[in-house]
């Protein structure tokens, strides 16, 4: 079965507003995840990745925050635009079986 | 970023026809391909996982000799959806890595079956 879930299926936020995208895991041996970006009719669009050795990696506009202790990850967009809806899925490296995915609607 | 292309990114055909997808990937050379379906409004499904010169290992509930699997080079692997009707219709994406590389996916193929 899966080993990456997503807490919410869908998450609503005024333009410019910052964004959180939870996901949790269930393999503590994890140790490589990935944020992918679905937009409608499109394949899945990496965004970032995070390495067990890290807590935290930022990009553009984007963070991305690991917990190993209670085994869970999000992702942080700041300043949230119309561009940014799209359907967001955590993955992990070794076990590419993706979880229901949280879409994100952008309220212009 | 690396690049995956898959062609054709759409395809109809008639209902017993057989169809097949190519997923390349265009700067890096990909060991490990994968392949997916989608239906609407749903996540993606993991149907198999291909290594390049090997069989591809299939998830469960999904029909190898109804989804051939083929992974000759390391560019280039094939799906071809054997005696394809409505119900196969779909969207369909590959997704490439390697041990440098995370997966990276192609646009997909909308399958339609009349």
Sequence with gaps: GESVGLHLPTLSVQEGDNSIINCAYSNSASDYFIWYKQESGKGPQFIIDIRSNMDKRQGQRVTVLLNKTVKHLSLQIAATQPGDSAVYFCAERNDMRFGAGTRLTVKP | ?114
């Excluded at chain 2, 209902?15 to 989608?38: H, N, P």
């Excluded at chain 2, 041990?99 to 192609?106: A, E, K, V």
Aim: proline fraction near 4%; charge should be neutral; glycine fraction near 6%.
């Design chain 2, 1 to 114: 970023g690396a690049v995956v292309s898959q062609h054709p990114s759409w395809v109809i055909c008639k209902s017993g026809t057989s169809v097949k997808i190519e997923c390349r990937s265009l700067d890096f050379q990909a060991t490990t391909m994968f392949w997916y379906r989608q239906f609407p409004k749903q996540s993606l499904m993991l149907m198999a996982t291909s290594n390049e010169g090997s069989k591809a290992t299939y998830e469960q509930g999904v029909e190898k000799d109804k989804f051939l699997i083929n992974h000759a080079s390391l560019t280039l692997s094939t799906l071809t959806v054997t005696s394809a009707h409505p119900e196969d219709s779909s969207f369909y994406i590959c997704s490439a890595s390697n041990l440098n590389q995370p997966q990276h996916f192609g646009d997909g193929t909308r399958l339609s079956i009349l």
